[in-house]
């Protein structure tokens, strides 16, 4: 784990980025991510490796992974709204894939319980596939104009 913190860089608001041309950087970072372990609610539920994306204002995507959010419903579910003596035992993951909840539950979840604050260190920006650019070479043979009176 001490060579992925040594690969990503923590902004102040808290999500890891990569460099985006680095692709063995991001991969790292997204197995990491895919790895998170499931909350332990003092039940069995099914894990996920699955991330929920998210585009920013500012076009950037973020992955988040969904055993986060999954976790944050399960632990509402199981203990707050529903007392340990007469409550029931969520398992959002497992009933996704029973066919007994709507995959989009999740998202709803994510979008009106949890917050950025909850999620946002285990956030890891998406490369956008730019490739690096090497702008002495682009500088030199770059197509070139004026624009406006000389």
Known sequence: MADLDATRKRPDNGPHTADPSDTSTSLSITAAIRSKPMKYLGYERTPTDAVL????PDGSLWDVPA???????????STERFPVDGGRLEDTIGLIRAGKLRPHELLRWAEESVGWWDVGEHATRVP??????????GWRKGRKEIIGDV
């Open 67 to 77: 055993q986060l959010i999954a976790d944050s419903r399960d632990g509402y579910y």
């Open 128 to 137: 956008d596939g730019a490739k690096p650019v090497n702008y002495g070479s």
């Open 53 to 56: 994306r998210v585009e920013m």
